[in-house]
């Protein structure tokens, strides 16, 4: 079983213009030296005014959800910004929670992800789902409706590049033979993929048939026992899921003043551990600065790492 690990999402996305984005970069350089093992961002590409439909699980949102920023708040791009992060830290794994992976041209994207793994020394994650955004499969002049498809599509695409020398690929969408695209991701079998969603066939197979890892979404990140039935049905679909990852939050609890309690909050973590939880993440509120940051995070990272049985940063740098 992989042990547990810890993430932290970044403040990639605001309400309004922001004057400088220096949070995103300190948040993930604390990240980096005080043993976080993945920061994590979202995606979007553009946005429609139709942001109720967000709560509606039956497009792909979070019932009684809201869209955080409204149209014309600022939201930075997964793949650039993860680019600018690689070179800021060393250690940290850097990934997508999660990337609308059908809306970018799939040779253009294993191509970006490839130099991204590479040049951050094999640290990428790609956590990919459909998404719930009409307007954004239209101005990408894609059909929404079939956005599984592509997804599907798009992931086989990445798959082939990613670990054929000489990749050919013949699809409704696509047809090419003899590429060679190169160089190929650093970590063996290419970069791991991550699948978002809730627990239904199309996912179920994508996951059985692409994932390192599941992003539980909707009732089912919710419910713990939701782990259980997602392993049964890939098994059904002919994969062994012992080695699959998934991920599920941090569940912070906070004392009267609004500060984290590390006891109570890491009390709950055993029992997702063994309901199958293998990376937390972890949904926080930052100070401002790199020191600040670090010595907000350094005891939530020594008290996850504690519960977890791991060791600590300390002992393992030395």
Not at 91 to 97: A, Q
Not at 264 to 280: C, I, Q, Y
Not at 296 to 306: D, E, G, I, T
């Amino acid at each position: 079983m992989t042990e547990p690990q810890l993430s932290v999402s970044l403040p990639t996305y605001a309400v309004e213009q922001q004057p400088d984005w220096s949070p995103v970069f300190d948040l993930a350089r604390a990240a980096d030296s005080t043993g976080v093992d993945r920061v994590v961002m979202s995606d979007h590409i553009v946005f429609g005014e139709r942001l109720d439909e967000y709560g509606k699980p039956e497009l792909g949102g979070q019932a009684g959800g809201t869209q955080p920023t409204g149209p014309d708040g600022p939201w930075l791009e997964p793949m650039v910004t993860l680019s600018v992060l690689a070179g800021m830290t060393s250690r940290v794994r850097l990934g997508t929670n999660i990337l609308a992976a059908a809306l970018r041209r799939p040779v253009v994207l294993a191509k970006a992800a490839s130099t991204l793994d590479v040049l951050s020394g094999g640290r990428l994650d790609l956590g990919v789902g459909v998404g719930w955004q009409r307007e954004e499969y239209e101005a990408a002049g894609l059909p929404f409706d079939g956005r599984g498809r592509l997804l599907d599509h798009t992931l086989d695409v990445l798959r082939t590049l990613w670990t054929e020398e000489r990749a050919d690929h013949h699809s409704d969408y696509l047809d090419f033979e003899a590429i060679h695209q190169m160089p190929k991701p650093l970590q063996p079998g290419g970069v791991p993929v991550w699948v978002s969603g809730t627990i239904n066939p199309a996912v179920i197979r994508r996951l059985a048939r692409f994932g390192s890892g599941w992003i539980p979404w909707g009732p089912d990140a919710e419910d713990a026992a939701a782990i259980a039935r997602m392993k049964q049905a890939v098994a059904d679909a002919g994969r062994d899921p012992a080695g699959l990852q998934v991920a599920g939050r941090l569940p912070v609890v906070r004392d009267a003043a609004g500060a984290v309690d590390l006891d109570l909050t890491m009390e709950g973590v055993p029992a997702l551990v063994h309901a199958g939880v293998t990376d937390f993440r972890a949904y926080l509120k930052h100070p401002v600065g790199v020191s600040a940051i670090e010595d907000a995070l350094a005891p939530v990272v020594s008290a996850f790492r504690a519960v977890a049985g791991r060791p600590s940063p300390v002992s393992e740098t030395g």
